[in-house]
């Protein structure tokens, strides 16, 4: 089968997974919107939301209809690495053996990532880098897809560990979730408060969703799309040569190259299951608010000014 029906098909699916996940989860479409062109990329997702917003449901929803393994890891300040890794320990034959952890699964939920100290939170930042684990000198693949969606509570900032600028960086996106509006509210309170109970069906397999991802990156991309996606990341970064007020007036440090290629591989993944063979501009900044916001470090004037990352990003458009 060629690239193209591939391609086709895959929008059909997109679109039943879409109708899937909103039998459980009522509204916030552009949020699942973005999750899922995260995960198709390959990359990582920070989920910031208030608590009660259910961001737990909707995590386990997409790897229910993803028909993908679920771990869930609720992060608290005394959780070690061996925790989320695993660790060895003698069997009855005297052997070492290697038990593996909850981060071996396709999707895990790190709930409340920030809770947890910077020597845990490192142990699992690695793993999303590497796609692997190292223990005793041993190292073992995870699995295939591998997606670490990690939440944040911006409210309750006592007793955090909040992630350094080159850590959020490993996340592909960084996803607000806000209040649902009161029509979603009413229809929610409704679903919830019965004794009907709805699940999500599976639409995708594990191997299924690796070849989707590798058929991704072969989309073609024109040059001036690549150069477009390279000088908005650019514009990010305060300095002379650059021209947007905003910027240099308001931010400390802009994004690194990894944003770039970032943009490129969402942009393709937005145009794919929008039913276009290859992404253009649009597709870039369809894409780019998510994806640059965690990367661009405002200073004290923009916060005492209320200038937010949004505004910023949108300027440089």
């Given at each position: 089968?060629?690239?193209?029906?591939?391609?086709?098909?895959?929008?059909?699916?997109?679109?039943?997974?879409?109708?899937?996940?909103?039998?459980?989860?009522?509204?916030?479409?552009?949020?699942?919107?973005?999750?899922?062109?995260?995960?198709?990329?390959?990359?990582?997702?920070?989920?910031?939301?208030?608590?009660?917003?259910?961001?737990?449901?909707?995590?386990?929803?997409?790897?229910?209809?993803?028909?993908?393994?679920?771990?869930?890891?609720?992060?608290?300040?005394?959780?070690?690495?061996?925790?989320?890794?695993?660790?060895?320990?003698?069997?009855?034959?005297?052997?070492?053996?290697?038990?593996?952890?909850?981060?071996?699964?396709?999707?895990?939920?790190?709930?409340?990532?920030?809770?947890?100290?910077?020597?845990?939170?490192?142990?699992?930042?690695?793993?999303?880098?590497?796609?692997?684990?190292?223990?005793?000198?041993?190292?073992?693949?995870?699995?295939?897809?591998?997606?670490?969606?990690?939440?944040?509570?911006?409210?309750?900032?006592?007793?955090?560990?909040?992630?350094?600028?080159?850590?959020?960086?490993?996340?592909?996106?960084?996803?607000?979730?806000?209040?649902?509006?009161?029509?979603?509210?009413?229809?929610?309170?409704?679903?919830?408060?019965?004794?009907?109970?709805?699940?999500?069906?599976?639409?995708?397999a594990a191997d299924e969703i690796a070849g989707i991802q590798q058929l991704l990156r072969r989309i073609p991309v024109a040059d001036n799309v690549v150069e477009y996606a390279v000088q908005l990341t650019a514009n990010t970064r305060p300095g002379q040569e650059n021209k947007h007020d905003l910027v240099n007036k308001y931010v400390d440090w802009g994004a690194g190259p990894r944003a770039s290629q970032n943009l490129i591989l969402a942009a393709k993944t937005h145009a794919a299951?929008?039913?276009?063979?290859?992404?253009?501009?649009?597709?870039?900044?369809?894409?780019?608010?998510?994806?640059?916001?965690?990367?661009?470090?405002?200073?004290?004037?923009?916060?005492?000014?209320?200038?937010?990352?949004?505004?910023?990003?949108?300027?440089?458009?």
């Amino acid at each position: 089968m060629s690239d193209a029906s591939v391609l086709k098909d895959f929008v059909q699916k997109y679109r039943d997974l879409k109708q899937e996940i909103a039998k459980v989860i009522i509204g916030q479409e552009e949020i699942v919107d973005q999750i899922l062109v995260t995960v198709f990329s390959g990359g990582h997702a920070l989920l910031i939301g208030v608590p009660g917003l259910a961001k737990t449901l909707m995590v386990q929803t997409i790897a229910a209809a993803l028909g993908l393994k679920f771990n869930r890891i609720q992060f608290t300040p005394d959780l070690m690495p061996s925790d989320i890794l695993g660790s060895e320990i003698l069997d009855e034959t005297r052997q070492f053996k290697f038990v593996k952890g909850p981060v071996f699964s396709n999707i895990i939920l790190a709930d409340e990532i920030n809770r947890t100290p910077p020597k845990t939170q490192a142990a699992l930042l690695e793993a999303m880098q590497e796609r692997s684990v190292t223990i005793g000198g041993k190292t073992y693949s995870l699995p295939n897809p591998y997606f670490v969606l990690a939440t944040q509570n911006p409210i309750e900032q006592e007793g955090t560990y909040p992630l350094p600028e080159a850590q959020l960086d490993r996340f592909m996106s960084a996803i607000y979730l806000d209040y649902p509006s009161f029509q979603n509210e009413i229809d929610i309170v409704k679903a919830t408060t019965s004794d009907l109970q709805i699940k999500a069906s599976s639409i995708f397999a594990a191997d299924e969703i690796a070849g989707i991802q590798q058929l991704l990156r072969r989309i073609p991309v024109a040059d001036n799309v690549v150069e477009y996606a390279v000088q908005l990341t650019a514009n990010t970064r305060p300095g002379q040569e650059n021209k947007h007020d905003l910027v240099n007036k308001y931010v400390d440090w802009g994004a690194g190259p990894r944003a770039s290629q970032n943009l490129i591989l969402a942009a393709k993944t937005h145009a794919a299951v929008n039913g276009k063979f290859s992404p253009d501009i649009e597709n870039v900044q369809a894409v780019a608010i998510p994806i640059l916001r965690h990367r661009v470090i405002r200073n004290y004037k923009s916060e005492a000014e209320g200038i937010s990352e949004n505004v910023i990003i949108q300027s440089i458009f």
